[in-house]
Nanobody, 120 residues
């Protein structure tokens, strides 16, 4: 299984970026696709999740209303639309696949991260 994240880059505060994560190697009918991030000097934290089959979403409370997670099952791709970016959103963003809510019981597959840098 491979997870390929893309879409990171630099943005000004207030602008938007859209991340993508494409999965290959198997189907994920009963899995949850997740985004995590790790900012400079910070621990990795949960960002958002979407169930592959039903499309049910979950967000970190602090990001609700600014970030939107979605998926395209036909393309095995998950997206993270990040709006009204803030400097504190600067982080490496990782996609992950797991079977438990917010991957509390572990991550089955990690993708390589994509760096997002937000300047004020």
């Amino acid at each position: 299984v491979q997870l390929q994240a893309s879409g990171g880059g630099s943005a000004q505060a207030g602008n938007s970026l859209r991340l993508s994560c494409t999965a290959s190697g198997r189907t994920f009918g009963w899995y949850t696709m997740n985004w995590f991030r790790q900012g400079p000097g910070k621990e990795r934290e949960f960002v958002a999740a979407i169930s592959w089959s039903a499309g049910t979403t979950d967000y970190a409370d602090s990001l609700k209303g600014r970030f939107i997670i979605s998926r395209d099952n036909a393309k095995n791709t998950m997206f993270l639309q990040m709006n009204s970016l803030k400097p504190e959103d600067t982080a490496v963003y990782y996609c992950a696949v797991c079977v438990s809510p917010r991957c509390d019981y572990g991550v089955n597959y990690w993708g390589k991260g994509t760096l997002v840098t937000v300047s004020s």
